[in-house]
T-cell receptor, first 113, second 118 residues
Framework: EPEVTQTPSHQVTQMGQEVILRCVPISNHLYFYWYRQILGQKVEFLVSFYNNEISEKSEIFDDQFSVERPDGSNFTLKIRSTKLEDSAMYFC???????????FGSGTRLTVV | AQKVTQAQTEISVVEKEDVTLDCVYETRDTTYYLFWYKQPPSGELVFLIRRNSFDEQNEISGRYSWNFQKSTSSFNFTITASQVVDSAVYFCALSEARSGAGSYQLTFGKGTKLSVIP
């Protein structure tokens, strides 16, 4: 069964550093997402990407965050200057459309120290 | 705005007991999709079921069953004869199918942590 692949599985970074989280969505999917889960809390929507642009973003997704789909296969989330509160599990997901459901990657656990 | 409420924060049951996890949702759309995900201690999100708003048939899959009631905006999940391997956090989620939105993002509930005691 097709998978969404996320790398790295775990990243530790110093506060103020830039990080890039990488995702390879399922190839024929059209919708791409990033979600965040702070430890012990619920999964929160960050951003959706469709037709090569951001289709919706949450209040969490401020100017420190950006997304790209640089080569038609990878889908990246960049955090420009990490803060301690950015420590969380970040999930990438892709979908062929809401009727077909969503496939989540295994997540990247980001730890900001 | 869409909202999902899972009122039960934590539930503990003894192995082989049945357990029901509650989910209540709010949406202004007539077309929407409901989901349940399991998150084991390893952290990944495991898809369990998807239901669209036009299909109110209850579903059974092995020891799992789901009761979808539009009249009460609920989509409850029952595990029959629970096992230790069922111990996890379970999330209910909602997606609205607004045409042209290009988003269809999932809104998750806060999750219910289920502990099955041997």
């Amino acid at each position: 069964e097709p998978e969404v692949t996320q790398t790295p599985s775990h990243q530790v970074t110093q506060m103020g550093q830039e990080v890039i989280l990488r995702c390879v969505p399922i190839s024929n999917h059209l919708y791409f997402y990033w979600y965040r889960q702070i430890l012990g809390q619920k999964v929160e929507f960050l951003v959706s990407f469709y037709n090569n642009e951001i289709s919706e973003k949450s209040e969490i997704f401020d100017d420190q965050f950006s997304v790209e789909r640089p080569d038609g296969s990878n889908f990246t989330l960049k955090i420009r200057s990490t803060k301690l509160e950015d420590s969380a599990m970040y999930f990438c997901a892709s979908s062929a459309g809401p009727y077909y459901g969503y496939t989540f990657g295994s997540g990247t656990r980001l730890t900001v120290v | 705005a869409q909202k999902v409420t899972q009122a039960q924060t934590e539930i503990s049951v003894v192995e082989k007991e049945d357990v029901t996890l509650d989910c209540v949702y709010e949406t202004r759309d007539t077309t929407y999709y409901l989901f349940w995900y399991k998150q084991p201690p390893s952290g990944e999100l495991v898809f369990l079921i998807r239901r669209n708003s036009f299909d109110e048939q209850n579903e059974i899959s092995g020891r799992y069953s789901w009761n979808f009631q539009k009249s009460t905006s609920s989509f409850n999940f029952t595990i029959t004869a629970s096992q230790v391997v069922d111990s996890a956090v379970y999330f209910c989620a909602l997606s609205e199918a607004r045409s042209g939105a290009g988003s269809y993002q999932l809104t998750f509930g806060k999750g219910t942590k289920l502990s099955v005691i041997p």
